[in-house]
């Protein structure tokens, strides 16, 4: 088995059920989104599957930047989805920085993430092709400048991100130079 989707199973997902599927080492690909009875002691168990490439953690309110930290062991993660994780903050970004083959990020709706942790992205992350960061609240123009330096960002997505203004933002910073 290499690829395992549970995702939707809110009811029957639990902590335990990750106890289960960590000893299968094989997985390379495994999708949980929406499967709200996952903490972080869950993503602890998580942390021993060393061969994932493909993790999808998407409205799994309870995962929390402790839940992150355990992730960083999956050091050959190249696809990891956060969206609407709204308990991780600019802390559990920087947890994330072992994982320096990561080329697709999706953090759409995390929004307790800062600017701060776009820095943080911009020095860890450089394999990036593909980052959501639609409806991050939070974000300014000045923390999107910070990923203007990863060369490899192909797609990028800022909807719902009202502090960003491109327009008045770039004409600010033409006047600066």
């Known amino acids: 088995?290499?690829?395992?989707?549970?995702?939707?199973?809110?009811?029957?997902?639990?902590?335990?059920?990750?106890?289960?599927?960590?000893s299968h080492q094989a997985i390379q690909s495994l999708n949980l989104s929406f499967c709200s009875n996952i903490t972080d002691n869950g993503l602890e168990?998580?942390?021993?599957?060393?061969?994932?490439?493909?993790?999808?953690?998407?409205?799994?309110?309870?995962?929390?930047?402790?839940?992150?930290?355990?992730?960083?062991?999956?050091?050959?993660?190249?696809?990891?989805?956060?969206?609407?994780?709204?308990?991780?903050?600019?802390?559990?970004l920087r947890s994330l920085s072992p994982l320096v083959g990561l080329t697709y990020l999706d953090l759409y709706g995390c929004i307790n993430l800062t600017d701060d942790g776009l820095s943080c992205l911009s020095h860890s992350q450089r394999s990036l092709t593909f980052l959501d960061l639609s409806c991050c609240s939070k974000i300014t123009y000045s923390g999107l400048r910070n990923l203007f330096s990863i060369f490899s960002l192909k797609q990028l997505y800022l909807e719902g991100c009202l502090l960003i203004n491109l327009e008045e933002d770039a004409m600010k910073s033409q006047r600066v130079k």
């Open 1 to 22: 088995l290499k690829e395992l989707n549970i995702s939707k199973n809110h009811h029957y997902v639990s902590n335990k059920t990750l106890s289960f599927i960590s």
């Open 45 to 92: 168990r998580l942390s021993t599957m060393i061969g994932l490439t493909d993790l999808k953690l998407g409205a799994c309110f309870e995962v929390t930047n402790e839940g992150l930290s355990a992730l960083s062991a999956l050091t050959l993660l190249k696809s990891l989805s956060l969206f609407e994780c709204d308990r991780i903050t600019d802390v559990g």
